[in-house]
């Protein structure tokens, strides 16, 4: 599967998102580390399944999420509606593309899109001036437990002073045992 960068994997998180999109899933919110709240950001976790996890991510209008890594977590971010991405440095799903109508249905033209963002991948979003939302679709590494993606966040800075208190995990356990190719 190629993502939005022109990026190539076959691996079994690629694996796992292909199952969970065509599965047409049902939500199953685990009872524990299931809602995450920041400033400007909140997401439910709609599936969990250890070491896999998929969360739907909601911002709020505007919002900037900074640059920062992931380094217990590879991912794919499902673009849904509203929210531009970046990724080393590149903007790898446009706000025009995010927010403009696809011409046969009432979806946006990048519904569906998917980034890969694997835990070294330096990423930021914005959100649209109504609000933004996307899956992100993980696989959590090193032996550390699925919570919220916001809570293993590496970078210079955070979504706000109740994201910063929140970040569990902030350094990759052993690089020798990450599983990503």
Excluded at 6 to 11: L, Y
Excluded at 34 to 56: A, G
Excluded at 95 to 111: E, G, I, R, T
Aim: glycine share 8%; net charge negative.
């Amino acid at each position: 599967m190629k993502d939005g960068t022109g990026r190539e994997f076959d691996d079994d998180l690629t694996t796992f998102l292909e199952w969970y999109l065509d599965a047409g899933q049902r939500i199953n919110t685990p009872l524990e580390n299931s809602i995450h709240f920041v400033e400007n950001l909140t997401s439910l976790c709609i599936y969990r399944h250890e070491p896999w996890q998929v969360e739907l991510v909601t911002v709020k209008p505007n919002a900037y999420i900074p640059p920062h890594t992931h380094p217990n977590v590879d991912s794919y971010e499902v673009a849904l509606r509203g929210v531009e991405f970046n990724s080393n440095g590149s903007t790898t799903l446009p706000m025009w593309f995010a927010n403009k109508k696809a011409p046969d249905c009432n979806l946006s033209l990048a519904h569906y899109n998917v980034v890969r963002v694997t835990p070294d991948d330096e990423h930021s979003a914005q959100a649209g001036p109504t609000g933004g939302c996307f899956l992100s679709v993980q696989h959590w590494l090193n032996g550390v437990k699925p919570t919220a993606v916001g809570m293993d966040w590496k970078g210079g800075s955070c979504m706000g002073e109740s994201h910063d208190n929140q970040i569990t995990s902030t350094e990759k356990a052993n690089d020798s045992q990450t599983t990503t190719r």
